[in-house]
């Protein structure tokens, strides 16, 4: 049964799928990372997802930000390097939901808004410069768009919006991070914070929509 | 390319804890561990104005093992590669804060200030004054206009040197922070590299090169540089890294050009397998290039200081003395990564 809306048990649920979904992709991402940086994103993404499978299991949580922000924060004290930051903002964006018992369309967009305005500011990358951004600010700006839709409806929207701002990163030159100093030799490989991303959303709309 | 290098480790996903006990072990009580990740001297007078390095593990001996006498005063340490946690940097922070301030710095990695950043702010909330000096001596990562892109590689050491000498007899964080500016202003590196190290916890080369080629400017966790040219000989390679050293302070408006009369502190440094034969050959021919040019070296490091696992290459860095930086230079120093006699000066 698809659903429309997401109480605090279903997010807390999803997050702990969505934790082992980027788990399992870890050779992927690192292989990703490897072809445009030194290769580590996968172990750092993993680290971090493990450190906030453990939060998440601690529960406790009454309102829907509350294993949102539980899980970004976890990851911002567990990973480091520049991801540890940029995803655990990501969650922690979750905050702008405080006292919410449910997570719906508008609820989305709201927290995935304040998720991307959070990475841009911190990190100084805006869209165009090959990092997760390009596939977080279409996925943000598609919630937006669509709000007014049904939950399944609006994150399958959001899920592919950001899986083609991942493909469209391909095409980009990379100007931040690493993988900045390849410049055009970035042209063909796919961001891996985008990738991280995209799973992020798909594992989200399975779980919504099944 | 092999996957798997032959490591003596445990748990591949521990390295970077298990390493920092053994470093504390290997300081025998003049520095210990603190929180999650970071290491600090033992006996900071109260009220000195403190210096805080750090950045990813894998890079031994830096920037850990640059804690010590007339050097920096901790480091915040993240796992391999990547940066410390905002938590590992405030832990690290409240260690080595005396109510003077502390002064970051740190190579210039996105990740290294989004997380150094965050540390400051949770560290400012708590009263403590913080600065930060980036360090960005790659000359091969961005143009002189563009040096808020370059990535900071070995000359760290000699900056970390001679800042943690500045610290010492600093009165203010003001006075570090200039003093630690300047230092980053006069130091120029330009790093190549022959093949790449691995990731521990993958056992996967951190890039691929072919096997007849150096990459020129590579940084060192093998970011690629200008240009992939043939294997070369040290007499060879030596005079174009050098060329690229002096055509950055000719091209940079904010420094004078090198020129005859100058002093240089000069550091070969390996990136972990080349080996010190070869820092040695490359040495000498420097050297000779230098004395040609009329620039004199002040004093030498030579050595695999700033390494990425079993990469080879090397680099070259240059840091222009004046009477102020020489008062930096001279004292001293003692760590695990480096250590050096006063220089007696006539």
């Not at chain 1, 996925?139 to 007014?148: I, P, R, T």
């Not at chain 2, 040019?293 to 990469?311: A, F, H, K, N, S």
Request: aromatic content about 4%.
């Amino acid at each position: 049964m698809a659903k429309e809306s997401l109480n605090s048990e279903e997010t807390t649920a999803m997050l702990h799928l969505v934790a082992d979904a980027i788990i399992a992709a870890e050779p992927l991402l690192s292989q990703a990372d490897r072809d445009l940086g030194d290769g580590d994103h996968g172990i750092g993404m993993a680290r971090g997802m493990n450190a906030a499978k453990e939060a998440l299991a601690a529960g406790g949580f009454s309102t829907v930000d509350e294993p949102l922000v539980a899980t970004g924060k976890a990851m911002m004290s567990s990973m480091g390097g520049a991801s540890g930051v940029v995803f655990g903002t990501v969650f922690r964006g979750g905050k702008e939901l405080k006292g919410s018992n449910l997570l719906d369309s508008p609820g989305l967009a709201k927290w995935l808004q304040s998720a991307a305005d959070g990475v841009m500011k911190r990190g100084g990358a805006k869209p165009g410069d090959k990092t997760m951004i390009d596939a977080l600010v279409p996925a943000a700006e598609k919630a937006a768009e669509v709000q007014s839709l049904s939950l399944p409806e609006a994150v399958t929207a959001v899920a592919d919006a950001a899986e083609a701002g991942k493909e469209a990163s391909k095409a980009m030159i990379a100007t931040m991070g690493r993988a900045k100093t390849l410049g055009e030799k970035s042209v063909g490989f796919p961001d891996a914070g985008a990738l991280s991303m995209t799973i992020i959303f798909s594992t989200m709309r399975d779980y919504i929509c099944s | 390319m092999s996957l798997t290098q032959k490591k003596l480790i445990n748990d591949p996903l521990n390295v970077a804890d298990e390493l920092l006990d053994g470093l504390v072990d290997a300081y025998d009580g003049e520095c210990v561990k603190v929180g999650r990740r970071s290491i600090v001297k033992s006996n900071i007078p109260d009220n000195k104005v403190a210096l805080l390095v750090g950045g990813g593990s894998g890079h031994e001996p830096i920037y850990h093992g640059l804690v010590g006498r007339n050097l920096a005063d901790g480091a915040a340490c993240g796992d391999i590669f990547a940066a410390p946690t905002p938590d590992i940097v405030l832990e690290a922070t409240q260690a080595v804060n005396k109510g003077n301030g502390v002064l970051f710095l740190y190579g210039n990695y996105a990740g290294d200030v989004m997380n150094f950043d965050i540390g400051a702010e949770d560290a400012e909330d708590e009263d403590i004054d913080v600065r930060t000096v980036l360090i960005w001596d790659d000359v091969c990562s961005a143009p002189p206009t563009e040096k808020e892109k370059r990535r900071g590689i070995a000359g760290l050491v000699p900056i970390v040197k001679m800042a943690g000498a500045a610290s010492q007899t600093a009165t203010s964080l003001d006075q570090l922070e200039a003093a630690a500016k300047k230092i980053v202003l006069q130091t120029r590196s330009v790093g190549v590299s022959m093949s790449p190290g691995s990731i521990p916890a993958t056992g996967m080369p951190t890039f691929n090169i072919d096997a007849d080629k150096i990459g020129l400017g590579m940084g060192i966790h093998g970011e690629p540089g200008v240009a992939e040219i043939p294997m070369t000989t040290a007499d060879e390679l030596t005079p174009m890294m050098l060329d690229l050293i002096f055509k950055d302070f000719t091209e940079d408006p904010e420094v004078e050009s090198l020129k005859p009369g100058d002093e240089v502190v000069f550091f070969v440094n390996s990136l972990g397998s080349t080996t010190m034969m070869e820092c040695l050959i490359c040495l000498k021919k420097a050297k000779q290039f230098l004395n040609e040019r009329g620039v004199t070296i002040y004093d030498t490091m030579v050595g695999p200081l700033v390494t990425c696992q079993e990469m080879s290459g090397i680099s070259f860095s240059v840091t222009r003395l004046d009477d102020e930086l020489k008062s930096y230079w001279n004292p001293a120093c003692e760590s695990i990564c480096y250590s050096k006699m006063e220089t007696i000066t006539a």
